[in-house]
């Protein structure tokens, strides 16, 4: 037994909400490339920007941090930056599709959590 009544299902009207909901993760995903993120490290000596779709858009890195001639603590620094960066994305975007799926179907107050 399912918990609700199919006879009432209107599958045109299903088909339109989730015309919808695709067109509006759409226009989501392209604010989402828009909004960016800068985290620097070791004091600045790394700098990376992302965008809340989780990519890379630009890796700066000083003059000081290449004249250590450390190619070991230069690595250490940009994958701390680009997994800071990353994780700083992430969590925008998580927000970002919270408040855009409020709403978005009637009764269930948005699409994630």
Known sequence: MLPFDLSKFDIGQAMDMVKKVQARMAEVETMLRRIEIETEVGGGMVSVRANAAGE?????????????????????????????????????????????SMGMIPGLGGLLP
């Open 56 to 100: 890379i858009i630009a890796l700066t890195i000083s003059a000081e941090a290449i004249a250590m001639q450390d190619a070991a603590v230069l690595g250490s620094l940009v994958l701390s930056g680009v997994n800071q960066a990353l994780t700083l994305a992430r969590e925008r975007r998580e927000e970002e599709q919270r408040k855009a």
